[in-house]
């Protein structure tokens, strides 16, 4: 047999563990010591061990005070933009995409109307597509003669050039006519104006 408290290997008469001193009782001699180990405490199942409770997403409250100053700031942002375009516009920045905004009635009217060569599309449409970045100015010249000039870059036999062509319009019967042309700064005869009528209109014969 052994000693219960330090398993010291004792005589079947010993009535003291000579190690630790410990005295053995008579129920204590009739116990067989093992080195086997019971297992005192069960396993947990599934049901014991606690579970942390389930978290579900919530969408944070907004404040109202903080909606009215995106709003504000949103706000601000808008009219700031709004600014920049139609200063961009007037000076020519955005090109053509907001030019029908700003257009006095004899640019519309050049723009809106056709010619009697090319009826098959308008004057304004024919010359945006054709010149880069296309710009319409009216004004009055020597006489007291109406014009409206459009004016922007275009290739011309393989080269990038300016061009600038000018037509005269009639207020009072509301007609307009071509008057001139210049490539690079230099006035065009009436054969490379038609040459240039052409490359213009090329897509829509």
Do not use: H
Not at 70 to 86: D, E, H, M, R, S
Not at 91 to 105: A, E, K, P, T
Not at 114 to 133: E, H, I, Q, R, W
């Amino acid at each position: 047999m052994f000693c219960i408290k330090c398993g010291f290997a004792l005589t079947n008469d010993a009535v003291f563990c000579p190690k630790c001193g410990v005295a053995v009782s008579q129920a204590e001699t009739d116990e067989v010591y093992t080195d086997s180990v019971e297992i005192i405490v069960p396993p947990k199942t599934a049901d014991s061990i606690p579970l942390p409770e389930r978290s579900y997403y919530t969408e944070p409250q907004r404040k109202s005070g903080s909606t009215k100053v995106i709003l504000t700031a949103l706000g601000g942002v808008a009219v700031l933009v709004i600014g920049v375009i139609l200063i961009t516009s007037v000076l020519g920045g955005f090109g053509n995409f907001f030019s029908g905004i700003f257009d006095d009635q004899y640019v519309k009217m050049v723009k809106t109307g056709t010619l009697s060569g090319y009826p098959n599309k308008t004057v304004g449409k024919a010359f945006d597509d054709f010149l880069s970045n296309a710009k319409w100015e009216s004004g009055v010249g020597e006489g007291g003669i109406r014009f409206v000039n459009v004016r922007g870059k275009a290739m011309l036999m393989g080269e990038k050039v300016d061009v600038v062509v000018q037509f005269t319009v009639d207020s009072d019967n509301k007609t307009f006519e071509y008057r001139a042309c210049e490539i690079n700064g230099v006035p065009q005869s009436n054969l490379m104006a038609l040459g240039l009528f052409e490359a213009v209109y090329m897509n829509y014969l």
